[in-house]
């Protein structure tokens, strides 16, 4: 591929417009997205994978998907490195690494400490430290106002499929990230009787408890979730206090 092209890729990167509280509420306006280039393909996309001694899923749809929590950068140390997408990082791109949502959602981020707001799209894996939900660019720390504190209380709203409209990506829904069926997923099983083993053992405790079959290139798995509430607040505060007790489980909406 030509130099030109990273060039104007590196440049583009910069000129992302912030979401616009003016606008429709279901438009992003963006002068460039850096996508993947033509004719490739991202390896695994739904592959599960371990690291540290914990194995994560990825979810087939990031539709619904909504989570608060804390946010961190990544830099000039990576810049230049191969990401689990297959992709190059570039941190001047506006992109990020989340431990499962699919690679290629774009993401609405919100510091809610300065209410800054940058959709940036999901390239790679991570971050594996406890309490973080998303790993950013240096280009989209920068845009939240982040960079010299490090590390930033955000709430991430997945954007379901889009399409490009002239120098926009208008997105066909964007989730209404307060009111909803608000879940804390606690595990993930290949076998459906040991998903119905921890179902029967949780039912014990919470009225409400679903197991969620879904397909993945590697078969079928079976998600195990407890319901929350149906307000966000109220769920996060729930999720917060079982996170002691089921340290790798997270929050999902429905």
């Not at 290949?190 to 014990?204: F, G, I, P």
């Not at 409400?208 to 149906?230: N, Q, W």
């Amino acid at each position: 591929m030509s130099f030109h092209f990273y060039r104007r890729l590196l440049v583009g990167g910069f000129l992302l417009i912030l979401f616009s509280c003016g606008g429709p509420r279901n438009t992003v306006h963006i002068v460039h997205v850096p996508l993947k280039p033509a004719g490739k393909s991202y390896p695994s996309w739904g592959k599960p994978y371990t690291v540290n001694g914990h194995t994560y899923y990825p979810l087939p749809s990031a539709a619904g998907y909504v989570e608060e929590g804390l946010a961190s950068w990544y830099g000039p140390g990576f810049h230049g490195k191969r990401t689990a997408s297959g992709e190059i990082y570039n941190m001047y791109a506006f992109t990020a690494a989340h431990r499962i949502l699919p690679l290629g959602t774009y993401v609405l981020v919100t510091n809610l400490e300065n209410g800054r707001r940058v959709v940036v799209r999901i390239n790679d894996r991570g971050p594996f430290v406890p309490g973080r939900i998303i790993d950013l660019s240096y280009a989209a720390a920068r845009a939240l106002g982040m960079l010299e504190k490090g590390v930033v209380r955000v709430r991430l709203v997945a954007l379901a499929e889009g399409h490009r409209s002239g120098n926009r990506v208008v997105f066909k829904r964007i989730p209404r990230w307060r009111k909803g069926e608000f879940y804390l997923q606690v595990g993930a099983f290949r076998h459906y009787a040991l998903a119905v083993r921890l179902r029967e053992r949780l039912a014990r405790r919470f009225p409400s408890v679903l197991i969620e079959p879904y397909t993945s290139p590697r078969g079928t798995f079976y998600r195990v979730k407890i319901f929350l509430a149906y307000d966000l607040d109220l769920a996060r505060k729930k999720a917060q206090k079982l996170k002691r007790e089921f340290p790798t489980a997270f929050l999902v909406a429905r």
